[in-house]
């Protein structure tokens, strides 16, 4: 699901409101605006953060927020949990 052109931009230069998206784990998809993740049921994800490194987290729990952290992809491969949102 992309963005609308209207949620970028409240994304680029602030909004009062927080923009959520669900995200396909995808080893090819890198988006250009970083997030913050949820966590629905939990596992291991293996991210791209903003500063280009690419880790693991693991054993993260069901329904953790992931705030202290801004990624650009999710990838597929090395990631077991499922139901994750893409906080902008």
């Known amino acids: 699901m992309a963005l609308t052109p209207k949620e970028e931009k409240d994304i680029r230069y602030g909004s009062s409101k927080a923009i959520a998206q669900e995200l396909s784990l995808s080893d090819s998809t890198t988006y250009e605006l970083p997030f913050n993740l949820y966590v629905g049921s ?47």
């Open 42 to 88: 939990g596992g291991n994800l293996k991210v791209d953060t903003v500063a280009g490194n690419t880790i693991t987290l693991s054993g993260i729990q069901n329904g953790t927020f992931i705030d202290w952290i801004k990624v650009k992809k999710v990838y597929k491969t090395g990631s077991t949990a499922k139901g994750i949102v893409a906080i902008y």
